[in-house]
């Protein structure tokens, strides 16, 4: 079943970050050969926003595995309640924010950010290959988590 790998992935990487004792620090060994390495942490998203956590209603965590097929993108959005955190897991993508210079994020560089809120963005696979990202919103029970412009068509 792939549910349930997919949710388990996800809280590893949520303990992994909320438990971490510092930046790309290694946890060590733990009971029965479990070893931890930060892949993240930070206190602002890719454009310096700060971190704010959702309020208002039942905290509420959905994780999403997306591929996006070369020349693909995830079409302009943005995210009204939290920043999600997002890993490459495969494949490099180009994030472009409203107002700000596009960024490359690659599962063999730069693979984990904490994306916009707020702020229409667009990600886009420039890449020969899918793209794999695993995206974690944090938000709130029956809120969206992305929504799309009804008329807006580019930055």
């Given amino acids: 079943m792939r ?7 996800a809280a590893v990487i949520a303990a992994a970050l909320v438990a971490w004792p510092g930046p790309a620090q ?20 890719a454009s310096r926003q700060l971190i704010a956590y959702p309020t208002g209603g039942t905290p509420e965590i959905t994780a999403l595995l997306i591929e996006i097929a070369p020349g693909g993108q995830t079409g302009l959005h943005k995210h009204p309640t939290a920043a999600p955190f997002v890993y490459v897991l495969e494949g490099t993508i180009e994030v472009q924010a409203e107002g700000e210079k ?38 709130l029970q029956g809120q969206p ?11």
Avoid: C
């Fill in 26 to 45: 290694e946890m060590g060994q733990g009971p029965m050969g479990f070893k931890a390495m930060a892949v993240l942490q930070a206190t602002t998203t």
């Fill in 145 to 155: 988590n992305l929504v799309r412009p009804e008329t807006k068509t580019g930055m």
């Fill in 3 to 9: 549910a349930p790998t997919i949710l388990g992935l």
């Fill in 102 to 139: 596009p960024v490359v994020y690659s599962a063999g560089g730069n693979p984990g950010f904490v994306e916009v809120f707020n702020t229409w963005h667009n990600g886009i696979n420039k890449g020969d290959k899918p793209a794999k990202l695993l995206v974690v919103f944090p938000g």
